[in-house]
């Protein structure tokens, strides 16, 4: 079974940086987009950033310049390096594999971790 384990989330105050981290396993992750997702409270989850399997990558508005997404395939982990953290951004973060295979739309998610920027 395909499992994505997020970690880094935490307290931290505005100004501040976090380091995500999504690990992978059982899956051929190399042939997988992978995006960060994140939901605040009362708020419907919306995509933060993404990254193709060839190293695209896409950045919502507002964390243009301050978010970067990675991949590293030898250890089957995305990350997502935040700076510059604002009140915000407070959110659980889901990472998510998704690739098209043979016609059919495949999606895996992890089960998010919270990120909490309050001074």
Known sequence: QVQLVESGGGLVHPGGSLRLSC?????????????WYRQAPGKQRELVA??????????????????TISRDNRKFTA??????????????????AMRQFLGDKQEHWGPGTQVTVSS
């Open 23 to 35: 690990a992978a396993s059982r899956i051929a992750f190399p042939g997988y987009d992978m995006a």
């Open 50 to 67: 993404r990254i193709s399997n060839t190293g695209n990558k896409v950045y919502e508005e507002s964390v243009k310049g301050r978010f």
């Open 79 to 96: 990350y997502l390096e935040m700076n510059n953290l604002r009140p915000e951004d407070t959110a659980v973060y889901y990472c998510l």
